[in-house]
T-cell receptor, first 114, second 113 residues
Framework: GENVEQHPSTLSVQEGDSAVIKCTYS??????FPWYKQELGKGPQLIID?????GEKKDQRIAVTLNKTAKHFSLHITETQPEDSAVYFCAASLGQNAGNMLTFGGGTRLMVKP | NAGVMQNPRHLVRRRGQEARLRCSPMKGHSHVYWYRQLPEEGLKFMVY????????ESGMPKERFSAEFPKEGPSILRIQQVVRGDSAAYFC???????????FGQGTRLTVV
């Protein structure tokens, strides 16, 4: 089955700096890669996603890149703010035709220091 | 449009009791997924259901765990004879029939004492 590795497990940055979180996946058939933000005591919130027919996607301060050949994808947050502090999870899926079950990475705890 | 609703938010059970977790998907969503999150870990897939059907239960423990999504009413995750190792946060997600985005509820935090 699919295996998703996520690094780093913790990341501390100064407000205004950029943060990068990286994930690798094992199943080359995976074609959908969402990123979730989880705040303490809450459920994961979808912040951005990318499909395998696209190499990069951007939404304001958040961008995701995908390298299908190397089977890795990354989350980039620019101009970080204290409210970006949370745990971020990457995930991979075989997509709708395979039921869209998600395999999650282990999470990255991001701390943005004011 | 209300989000995915889970209840209860917190549930305490003694060892050997039953736990019933409920999930109402977003309006118009007919696909429901259950995930379990142990402390300081990522979410692990348990089961995928559509109305009245279990599509994939490859992540469900073979014993004591069951799930349903009836024609009417919420999806239910049932854990019989709970043990301390069942203590975790259980999240439900739903997605629309034609889309792939999954939206998560706030979770139920089960504590077995």
């Amino acid at each position: 089955g699919e295996n998703v590795e996520q690094h780093p497990s913790t990341l501390s940055v100064q407000e205004g700096d950029s943060a990068v979180i990286k994930c690798t996946y094992s199943d080359s058939a995976s074609n959908y890669f969402p990123w979730y933000k989880q705040e303490l005591g809450k459920g994961p919130q979808l912040i951005i996603d990318i499909r395998s027919n696209v190499g990069e996607k951007k939404d304001q301060r958040i961008a995701v890149t995908l390298n299908k050949t190397a089977k890795h994808f990354s989350l980039h947050i620019t101009e970080t703010q204290p409210e970006d502090s949370a745990v971020y999870f990457c995930a991979a899926s075989l997509g709708q035709n395979a039921g869209n079950m998600l395999t999650f990475g282990g999470g990255t705890r991001l701390m943005v220091k004011p | 449009n209300a989000g995915v609703m889970q209840n209860p938010r917190h549930l305490v059970r003694r060892r050997g009791q039953e736990a019933r977790l409920r999930c109402s998907p977003m309006k118009g969503h007919s696909h429901v997924y259950w995930y379990r999150q142990l402390p300081e870990e990522g979410l692990k897939f348990m089961v995928y259901l559509q109305k009245e059907n279990i599509i994939d239960e490859s992540g469900m423990p073979k014993e004591r765990f069951s799930a349903e999504f009836p024609k009417e009413g919420p999806s239910i995750l049932r854990i019989q004879q709970v043990v301390r190792g069942d203590s975790a946060a259980y999240f439900c997600a739903s997605s629309p029939q034609q889309g792939t985005e999954a939206f998560f509820g706030q979770g139920t935090r089960l504590t077995v004492v």
